[in-house]
């Protein structure tokens, strides 16, 4: 299986295996282990309930916790 990091800004790949707070632009906000995360900023976010997908437009901003 190929490394597919290498092509993921690095800006974005910071996120991967942190844990984030994620702010929405309609100011939902979600906290959780960052599993995933490509170019456009989806994002699959392990959450205390499980799994929670992010599509990027929705997302206003990520920080570390």
């Known amino acids: ?5 290498s092509q993921v800004n690095k800006d974005f790949i ?4 942190k ?3 994620i702010g929405l632009k309609n100011t939902e906000e979600y ?3 960052v599993i ?3 170019n ?3 994002t699959v976010l392990e959450v205390e309930d499980g799994i ?8 206003a901003f990520i920080s570390i916790q």
Do not use: E, P, Y
């Open 1 to 5: 299986m190929a490394n597919n990091n």
């Open 14 to 17: 910071q996120f991967k295996g």
């Open 19 to 21: 844990n984030v707070l």
């Open 31 to 33: 906290s959780g282990k």
């Open 36 to 38: 995933s995360i490509d």
């Open 40 to 42: 456009f900023l989806n």
């Open 52 to 59: 929670k997908v992010i599509k990027g437009g929705k997302i």
